[in-house]
């Protein structure tokens, strides 16, 4: 019978329940974000510092370690395997560079702390003690965890204002956009900002309409909780304000329909016996409780914290400051500052589904935004506030919407309120042949509310295709993944890093023994020793260009990447052909090179004569060559005639021109070549070029260059006909 009651009563929580058990069973298909290790480890080291007041390592067993003492997925010595099996498990990012006393863990010009905290704790658990997780999954099992408690937050916010169908929805909504649903397994920032944001509203809105102090209580730790991930938290203040006020006012004007007779004083009075006094202690504590927690939970604030605080806050004036010059709310700027790709990130990246749902929802919110103690308002503003704030140059983002992940929920649960108008307008509109068929409204409303719900199937099936890429999704609007690519849009195909493991589980699966592995763009962090083989070399000072010593060189292709105009990229396109990619809509995402011979073409050079003329611009030395005509170019060497000329020449810019007149600038100059790169060219520098044609090529030696020019000795390759 009580077994009965509480399905009866709960069943709809399956619906987050069988999101969660997905998510927690897929974490080891998902990578890590680029910056994650640095998380890690500072995590680690503050709470080996918290728990034990121990600032190192030294009294913890290594990781396992290579031949070059880097860490690896088994001791080179002992033939030890470094997984969830090993007897005494400690974590690959528990680093001894990277302990309480290192620059990491004691600076603050980054992200606050709490989130590393947790993500370290999860790993200490899950991997460390109990040994039921891989080292990496542990860390990112705190982000699935807190995105299942925005689910339940969402699902009981909106079954208590607007019933089981709207929840479930919502729910749905929450979990089917492509962003959340990946970067929950691999961002250890975001997603738990993002859910501890919209639990501290619902525990605020909770406990000012029920009078209780004890959820404004819980809104507040929810918050610091928030704040300590990141400081988004900062504009919750005017998310609450317009429902506060109209929530507060509909409150007084109910109180002061029943006093007969008004006055001044009388109004007064009610204003402030509005809230009991234990509600008012609540919010002048609601600040003081969100900053201590901030405060607390980041060790490296308290040697200096006047110092911290300001590196926090200058961080955050950095990177997330508006960067436009004219002054707020001014035509010029609106006219010029106004971001609309803030808004192209949100419909074409966003479910159809969901956007559709989300616009009925919001007129619908607006009619019915008195009922339920105004909550509507509180979500409306959520959402088209943090949409706004970034379109209009408030405040600035990059890297699409993983930022302001707080409008996600909102999003949902106005989508709710969309499907559940959108149910009853279709049950009406059925009622009639409904009952020629003899079918009850009970069956009817149900039949409906199926049909509303299998409205998501298509994003779904979308995301098991795209499986564990989503976070690369595009719908149909721009032509899906493949549309943005063909339109350029910016950062198409950015997987943050995620696709990283599985080019490193195709590497370790197919690369011959004791291959060699560099990243085209990134650095070391970027992959996790331990899930690489142990025997494949990982450097990338193994970038060999020209000299095409048997590398693989892995990269993670993104729309407008920054580095795309580099030598190190440009050759592995003009010369090289692929040997593996890992495809979204037919884009590749990531792709694998192995730098030998029988992948490319012909890369042979040929020594080139050339007319070369010195001058002086603007304080700076420049040196000139002109080829008798354009010719694509392949090297050029650099012979200076002491030491000095060398040390201060490192620097020097390197431009090309088919005219004389237009100078194009290359992203490298004199000392940007690896030690692989150049080796066996026997000159001081040496500047690669991918084949750029060009009949100019003009050198700029920094300012104050103190050498002549006329003693540097230069040699110019250029490509044979058929190398491209």
């Given at each position: 019978m009580i077994h009965s009651i509480v399905v009866k009563r709960f069943w709809f929580l399956l619906v987050p329940l069988i999101f969660f058990l997905v998510s927690v069973g897929t974490l080891h298909h998902y990578g890590?974000?680029?910056?994650?290790?640095?998380?890690?480890?500072?995590?680690?080291?503050?709470?080996?510092?918290?728990?034990?007041?121990?600032?190192?390592?030294?009294?913890?067993?290594?990781?396992?370690?290579?031949?070059?003492?880097?860490?690896?997925?088994?001791?080179?010595?002992?033939?030890?395997?470094?997984?969830?099996?090993?007897?005494?498990?400690?974590?690959?990012?528990?680093?001894?560079?990277?302990?309480?006393?290192?620059?990491?863990?004691?600076?603050?010009?980054?992200?606050?702390?709490?989130?590393?905290?947790?993500?370290?704790?999860?790993?200490?658990?899950?991997?460390?003690?109990?040994?039921?997780?891989?080292?990496?999954?542990?860390?990112?099992?705190?982000?699935?965890?807190?995105?299942?408690?925005?689910?339940?937050?969402?699902?009981?916010?909106?079954?208590?204002?607007?019933?089981?169908?709207?929840?479930?929805?919502?729910?749905?909504?929450?979990?089917?956009?492509?962003?959340?649903?990946?970067?929950q397994h691999m961002n250890v920032k975001d997603?738990?900002?993002?859910?501890?944001?919209?639990?501290?509203?619902?525990?605020?809105?909770?406990?000012?309409?029920?009078?209780?102090?004890?959820?404004?209580?819980?809104?507040?730790?929810?918050?610091?909780?928030?704040?300590?991930?990141?400081?988004?938290?900062?504009?919750?203040?005017?998310?609450?304000?317009?429902?506060?006020?109209?929530?507060s006012f509909s409150q007084l004007k109910e109180k002061l329909s029943t006093v007969k007779k008004l006055s001044f004083g009388k109004i007064l009075g009610s204003i402030l016996n509005l809230y009991p006094k234990r509600i008012l202690g609540a919010f002048a504590a609601y600040p003081l409780i969100v900053f201590f927690f901030f405060f607390f939970s980041w060790p490296a604030l308290w040697i200096d914290p006047a110092k911290s605080l300001y590196e926090v806050i200058r961080y955050y004036t950095d990177i997330g400051g508006a960067t436009c010059s004219y002054t707020y709310f001014s035509l010029h700027w609106f006219l010029k500052c106004t971001q609309t790709t803030t808004l192209q990130y949100f419909f074409y990246t966003m479910p159809p589904i969901s956007?559709?749902?989300?616009?009925?929802?919001?007129?619908?919110?607006?009619?019915?935004?008195?009922?339920?103690?105004?909550?509507?308002?509180?979500?409306?503003?959520?959402?088209?506030?943090?949409?706004?704030?970034v379109t209009l140059s408030v405040t600035n983002i990059y890297g699409g919407l993983r930022q302001i992940m707080e409008y996600i929920a909102p999003m949902a649960m106005i989508a709710g309120i969309g499907a559940l108008f959108i149910r009853d307008l279709l049950v009406k509109a059925f009622s009639r042949l409904f009952k020629k068929l003899m079918l009850s409204?009970?069956?009817?409303?149900?039949?409906?509310?199926?049909?509303?719900?299998?409205?998501?199937?298509?994003?779904?099936?979308?995301?098991?295709?795209?499986?564990?890429?989503?976070?690369v999704y595009f719908n149909s609007f721009i032509g899906g993944l493949k549309g943005a690519a063909e339109s350029d849009f910016p950062g198409h195909g950015n997987s943050y890093g995620n696709a990283l493991l599985q080019g490193v589980r195709w590497l370790n699966a197919n690369a011959e023994p004791n291959a060699t592995l560099a990243l085209v763009s990134g650095n070391a962090q970027n992959i996790s020793r331990a899930t690489l083989r142990e025997d494949i070399l990982f450097s990338n000072g193994a970038r060999s260009g020209f000299n095409q010593e048997g590398e693989y060189q892995m990269l993670m292709v993104t729309g407008q990447d920054l580095f795309r105009n580099t030598f190190r990229y440009q050759y592995l396109y003009n010369f090289l052909r692929p040997i593996y990619e890992i495809k979204v809509d037919d884009v590749a995402i990531l792709r694998i090179w192995k730098n030998s011979k029988e992948y490319s073409n012909n890369t042979q050079g040929v020594i080139e004569q050339f007319e070369r003329a010195e001058s002086v611009v603007d304080e700076k030395k420049e040196t000139v060559f002109k080829l008798k005509e354009r010719k694509a170019l392949k090297t050029l060497t650099v012979?200076?005639?002491?030491?000095?000329?060398?040390?201060?020449?490192?620097?020097?810019?390197?431009?090309?021109?088919?005219?004389?007149?237009?100078?194009?600038?290359?992203?490298?100059?004199?000392?940007?070549?690896?030690?692989?790169?150049?080796?066996?060219?026997?000159?001081?520098?040496?500047?690669?070029?991918?084949?750029?044609?060009?009949?100019?090529?003009?050198?700029?030696?920094?300012?104050?260059?103190p050498c002549e020019q006329d003693k540097t000795r230069f040699q110019l390759f250029t490509l044979k006909e058929d190398s491209r």
């Open positions: 890590m974000n680029w910056d994650s290790p640095v998380h890690f480890a500072r995590g680690q080291a503050y709470l080996r510092y918290i728990l034990t007041g121990k600032t190192d390592y030294k009294d913890l067993p290594m990781f396992c370690q290579n031949a070059s003492n880097l860490n690896s997925r088994v001791d080179i010595q002992t033939g030890e395997v470094c997984d969830r099996h090993r007897k005494v498990r400690v974590s690959e990012y528990e680093s001894r560079l990277i302990d309480f006393n290192s620059w990491v863990s004691k600076g603050t010009y980054g992200h606050p702390a709490f989130s590393d905290i947790m993500i370290a704790s999860s790993n200490a658990v899950f991997y460390k003690q109990l040994g039921w997780m891989e080292d990496l999954e542990s860390y990112h099992l705190y982000g699935v965890v807190v995105t299942f408690l925005l689910a339940l937050t969402v699902m009981f916010w909106v079954q208590r204002t607007f019933g089981t169908f709207a929840s479930i929805v919502a729910v749905i909504t929450l979990y089917t956009v492509p962003l959340l649903f990946a970067e997603p738990p900002m993002a859910a501890f944001f919209v639990i501290a509203l619902y525990f605020f809105w909770l406990g000012v309409t029920q009078k209780k102090a004890k959820y404004i209580i819980l809104s507040a730790l929810a918050g610091g909780a928030s704040f300590s991930t990141k400081l988004n938290f900062v504009f919750a203040p005017f998310v609450l304000f317009p429902w506060f006020l109209v929530f956007i559709a749902l989300l616009l009925v929802g919001s007129v619908v919110a607006v009619f019915r935004f008195r009922e339920n103690n105004y909550v509507t308002i509180l979500w409306l503003t959520l959402f088209y506030f943090t949409i706004t704030r409204s009970k069956v009817l409303v149900s039949t409906i509310s199926v049909v509303v719900v299998l409205g998501f199937v298509p994003i779904l099936i979308e995301l098991q295709k795209i499986h564990p890429n989503q976070n012979l200076l005639p002491n030491a000095t000329c060398k040390e201060k020449a490192v620097g020097a810019s390197v431009y090309i021109s088919d005219d004389d007149a237009r100078y194009l600038p290359k992203d490298e100059g004199l000392g940007n070549f690896s030690e692989r790169e150049v080796a066996g060219y026997n000159a001081d520098f040496v500047v690669l070029f991918p084949g750029d044609e060009a009949q100019y090529i003009k050198v700029v030696y920094p300012k104050n260059y």
